[in-house]
């Protein structure tokens, strides 16, 4: 496993992170599922010591993933482990079987301890605001709310994950002013929308936290058109027949690159992440001791001319597949 430097904080991440959404479990708020289908605790828990073993030091999370349980599962697994550094996120609410958000300062500092009990730790290493917008910044609460946890020692870090599809003004506010240390993003072949912002927040000294790196498994190459996915899993409504059969066809250029590597698919995707120095990790979600293993072997630098090759593509054919991607979550 190698290391990284994440932005100008003291914390050295696995540039393969583990991503802790999906064994929160199939968690729903009234009719709206928050997960990734039915997790069984003790494979999660195998997974979690496994990807200890092959080098693994980042585990991400947050208080909404599984409503508490993925942190209380890294709480039971590694959360005295002083080797371990765990992020986790605030802002994300369940509240009369309703999703809703809540940046106060009140809230943040209560959700804070309670993050930090389930965990089972005296402090988080990289606390992060969950997708809060423009103006939850420009209120000011959030902010100070960060500020004064970071001051008391109940975090080390803080830093923002920025909405899918539109980063850039929560971005740009945070870093015109100088505040945070880091962001979560979404980077990968298909979505490279971010990549502006990866070179600006790099060159300022941010740590960046790639997710989503397999875009649902679209880019795993496991998915046909007859894939299907329970109620309790958020992709049954995104990963549709219509965008499996785009997708698959779309990529084809980009799996031609897997003979030339001598690697699979989902190797290809998470590499061509790491391929850019201002990524501090990727977190693709993991489940299983297979998954740990797999997501972590046969990363490798692509050349200059495959990142443009698949850069362009980003800027033209794959715009087209996460516009229509996009439309699934309205």
């Given at each position: 496993?190698?290391?990284?430097?994440?932005?100008?904080?003291?914390?050295?991440?696995?540039?393969?992170?583990?991503?802790?959404?999906?064994?929160?479990?199939?968690?729903?708020?009234?009719?709206?599922?928050?997960?990734?289908?039915?997790?069984?605790?003790?494979?999660?828990?195998?997974?979690?010591?496994?990807?200890?073993?092959?080098?693994?030091?980042?585990?991400?999370?947050?208080?909404?993933?599984?409503?508490?349980?993925?942190?209380?599962?890294?709480?039971?697994?590694?959360?005295?482990?002083?080797?371990v550094i765990i992020a986790t996120k605030v802002g994300n609410v369940s509240r009369n079987d309703e999703f809703t958000f809540d940046?106060?300062?009140?809230?943040?500092?209560?959700?804070?301890?309670?993050?930090?009990?389930?965990?089972?730790?005296?402090?988080?290493?990289?606390?992060?605001?969950?997708?809060?917008?423009?103006?939850?910044?420009?209120?000011?609460?959030?902010?100070?709310?960060?500020?004064?946890?970071?001051?008391?020692?109940?975090?080390?870090?803080?830093?923002?994950?920025?909405?899918?599809?539109?980063?850039?003004?929560?971005?740009?506010?945070?870093?015109?002013?100088?505040?945070?240390?880091?962001?979560?993003?979404?980077?990968?072949?298909?979505?490279?929308?971010?990549?502006?912002?990866?070179?600006?927040?790099?060159?300022?000294?941010?740590?960046?936290?790639?997710?989503?790196?397999?875009?649902?498994?679209?880019?795993?190459?496991?998915?046909?058109?007859?894939?299907?996915?329970?109620?309790?899993?958020?992709?049954?409504?995104?990963?549709?027949?219509?965008?499996?059969?785009?997708?698959?066809?779309?990529?084809?250029?980009?799996?031609?690159?897997?003979?030339?590597?001598?690697?699979?698919?989902?190797?290809?995707?998470?590499?061509?992440?790491?391929?850019?120095?201002?990524?501090?990790?990727?977190?693709?979600?993991?489940?299983?001791?297979?998954?740990?293993?797999?997501?972590?072997?046969?990363?490798?630098?692509?050349?200059?001319?495959?990142?443009?090759?698949?850069?362009?593509?980003?800027?033209?054919?794959?715009?087209?597949?996460?516009?229509?991607?996009?439309?699934?979550?309205?």
């Amino acid at each position: 496993m190698n290391f990284r430097k994440f932005g100008n904080t003291d914390l050295l991440v696995s540039e393969v992170g583990f991503g802790a959404w999906a064994i929160g479990g199939g968690a729903m708020i009234g009719n709206t599922a928050i997960g990734w289908g039915q997790a069984d605790d003790i494979t999660s828990i195998k997974a979690i010591y496994r990807s200890l073993e092959v080098g693994i030091n980042f585990f991400d999370t947050a208080d909404i993933y599984g409503l508490g349980h993925s942190e209380k599962l890294l709480g039971h697994t590694v959360g005295n482990n002083k080797d371990v550094i765990i992020a986790t996120k605030v802002g994300n609410v369940s509240r009369n079987d309703e999703f809703t958000f809540d940046y106060s300062k009140e809230y943040i500092l209560q959700a804070c301890e309670k993050s930090l009990k389930r965990l089972g730790r005296e402090t988080i290493d990289y606390y992060q605001l969950h997708t809060a917008r423009l103006s939850h910044l420009k209120q000011g609460d959030c902010l100070e709310a960060m500020q004064l946890l970071q001051q008391s020692g109940k975090i080390r870090y803080w830093g923002l994950s920025l909405n899918t599809y539109d980063p850039f003004d929560e971005a740009n506010y945070l870093l015109e002013n100088k505040l945070g240390s880091g962001f979560q993003l979404v980077l990968n072949i298909l979505n490279q929308k971010a990549m502006p912002l990866i070179k600006k927040a790099g060159a300022e000294g941010y740590g960046i936290i790639a997710r989503m790196p397999l875009q649902f498994g679209l880019l795993t190459g496991k998915f046909d058109a007859g894939v299907n996915f329970p109620d309790n899993d958020h992709r049954k409504k995104r990963v549709t027949k219509d965008v499996v059969d785009a997708c698959n066809l779309g990529l084809q250029p980009v799996w031609n690159l897997c003979e030339k590597y001598n690697m699979n698919k989902t190797q290809l995707a998470l590499s061509y992440i790491l391929s850019y120095p201002e990524v501090s990790t990727v977190i693709p979600g993991i489940r299983t001791i297979e998954q740990a293993e797999s997501n972590t072997t046969g990363l490798i630098q692509l050349s200059k001319e495959d990142m443009k090759f698949i850069e362009e593509l980003g800027t033209t054919d794959f715009v087209k597949l996460m516009d229509l991607i996009r439309e699934k979550e309205v």
